[in-house]
């Protein structure tokens, strides 16, 4: 999973809105602070999580987390490939009868 960068609603705008409750966000306010939460609603004028709620006007960058096919292939496939390399590097590293 990774944060990608989505735009900002606009106040009345939660049709167009890329979010849904029960996503992860991070938001960079205007005032300077970053704030990760899970979403519980998306109003018509803010982001609302369990502890905090943000007006769109108060953000300066949203981020929503998904899902990353080709980051999750390539953790999956690469990572037994990286092992079995390192065993077979390894295996040939001493261990055998000294030559005469």
Known sequence: MS???VPVPSTGATTAVQLHPGDNVSVDTCDGRTLEF???AVEADALVG???SVRF???AALRV???DAAQTVLA???APVAIAGSLIVGSGQGGG????
């Open 3 to 5: 944060y990608r960068p």
């Open 38 to 40: 899970k979403l519980t």
């Open 50 to 52: 369990a502890d905090v």
């Open 57 to 59: 006007e108060e953000i």
């Open 65 to 67: 987390e998904r899902f």
């Open 76 to 78: 999956t496939v690469l």
């Open 97 to 100: 009868l000294p030559e005469p």
